[in-house]
């Protein structure tokens, strides 16, 4: 009966039209441990790099176009810098009104589309997106008492955040993915600007670097390449010291992504390109048919102005530093933990209509075109491994109901006349002699 109770609970589930929990108010996620990640206002040097080793799922994206691959090497915009005094960067423009939708630039080119859910993790309110964003829209909030739309806030060159705090948030982005022209010229105070007391082997460095190129964007890539090579990443930092920036580049020489992408801003400003220091995160892991971002995923670079081109994304952390780092017993507990719940949410919490209509097209017939391929590539792979597992359970359910012992330890039930006749046509059987045609037992 438990089995029957169980295979029919599943059947219904899979087959009875409904609605995905997501469309009524559902309260916030828990939260494991607090907030682990975030967006700062600013950048200082000399902070924790802690954070690259912590392996929770701060965001959950679905792109479309799908890349289709288990990894993507994206830079996700969050806030931007361009003042600098030596030991932090911050921003200091003023926030426009709230708004339902926010267009940074020309929103008919954006054409990679980004359906994001904040987890309750992240712990900030600004809304990240694959560089190049260029419009925000379909926000809302979720607190302890449900899921409400919100508003949107620009915080022109800097932002964009939600107008009200939540424990999570989701909405949808959308970026560039070609170079459709140069944006409007910065200012040039703010993103010149050089700190007051700026150690004169900086701006040496940066003029000897920089050659006689008349080439902007091919002296950046001059800085930007030696930086790389010169320099290691590291996680260990030699704590708060008066100029980090000097000790970064000519006594440690060792940093994370914080100190690489000062000292590229700060070089490139010196020989006169405008330059700012960007915080978000790198990359994304495929979950299912997601794709995640970590708190380890935290990382900082550099976006120089480029006259005829517009702004120009440069990193100069080595390629091992601006992924999450995590390791050892609690990062594949937590890994674990995450990758559990994610099939949960999907394949149960996030279970609707559509997810029916697409599992009946690919019971039925396989998919043709490329587009219904991916939106079915998981369940074509689960496929036989469901029919049979679902197979063998009502064979076993089958065969304990009509064993006259099943192996839950009981018999049938029969009346004691029942039990006599069956008696009487076993032995009947075992005799040679056979009953004439219309003879009955009595």
């Known amino acids: 009966g438990v089995a029957v109770a169980l295979v029919g609970g599943i059947v219904f589930f899979v087959t009875f039209p409904r609605l995905s929990w997501n469309v009524a108010s559902r309260r916030a996620p828990p939260e494991l441990f607090g907030a682990t990640s975030g967006m700062v206002d600013r950048v200082r040097l000399g902070g924790s790099g802690s954070i690259k080793s912590d392996p929770r799922i701060i965001a959950r994206v679905r792109l479309e176009p799908d890349p289709l691959i288990d990894r993507i090497d994206f830079y996700w915009v969050g806030r931007r810098f361009d003042l600098f005094d030596g030991r932090e960067w911050r921003g200091n423009a003023e926030a426009l009104p709230a708004r339902a939708r926010v267009n940074l630039e020309d929103p008919i080119h954006g054409k990679l589309v980004q359906r994001v859910e904040l987890l309750a993790e992240y712990g900030a309110n600004t809304l990240l997106a694959v560089d ?18 919100t508003l949107l806030v620009e915080v022109p060159n800097e932002e964009v955040h939600f107008a009200t705090r939540g424990a999570a948030y989701s909405y949808v982005a959308h970026s560039a993915v070609e170079d459709f022209g140069p944006t409007l010229p910065p200012d040039t105070n703010r993103s010149l600007a ?3 007391n700026l150690d004169a082997r900086i701006v040496e460095l940066s003029k000897r670097l920089g050659g006689n190129s008349d080439d902007p964007l091919m002296r950046a890539k001059k800085i930007e390449s030696w930086l790389r090579s010169n320099l290691s990443y590291t996680l260990e930092l030699p704590g708060n010291i008066d100029d980090p920036l000097s000790d970064f580049l ?15 801003a700060v070089l490139l400003r010196a020989q006169g390109t405008a330059a700012r220091v960007v915080a978000g995160f790198f990359g994304g892991d495929r979950l299912m048919d997601r794709y995640v971002l970590r708190a380890g995923d935290a990382h900082a670079w550099v976006e120089a102005y480029i006259p005829d081109r517009g702004w120009i994304t440069l990193d100069a952390t080595p390629e091992s530093g601006r992924t999450t780092h995590s390791s050892g017993l609690w990062g594949r507990v937590v890994n674990g933990w995450q990758v559990l719940e994610e099939y949960w949410r999907s394949r149960v919490i996030d279970y609707s209509f559509n997810e029916q209509v697409a599992l009946v097209r690919s019971l039925v017939r396989p998919p043709k075109s490329n587009g219904e391929r ?17 197979s063998a359970l009502l064979i076993a359910v089958v065969v304990a109901l009509r064993s006259s012992r099943s192996r839950f330890g009981f018999k049938r039930s029969r009346h004691e006349a029942t039990a006599f006749l ?4 076993k032995t009947l059987k075992k005799l040679p002699q056979r009953p004439s045609d219309g003879e009955t037992l009595e």
């Open 132 to 149: 190049r964003p260029v419009a925000f829209s379909m926000a809302t909030a979720t607190g302890r008492a449900g899921t409400s739309p």
């Open 194 to 196: 050089l700190p007051d």
């Open 250 to 264: 000519f006594v440690r020489k060792q940093g994370h992504c914080e100190d690489f992408a000062t000292a590229l």
């Open 374 to 390: 991916t939106s079915l590539r998981f369940l074509s792979q689960i496929n036989w491994r469901l029919t049979l597992a679902v």
């Open 422 to 425: 069956e008696e009487i046509e």
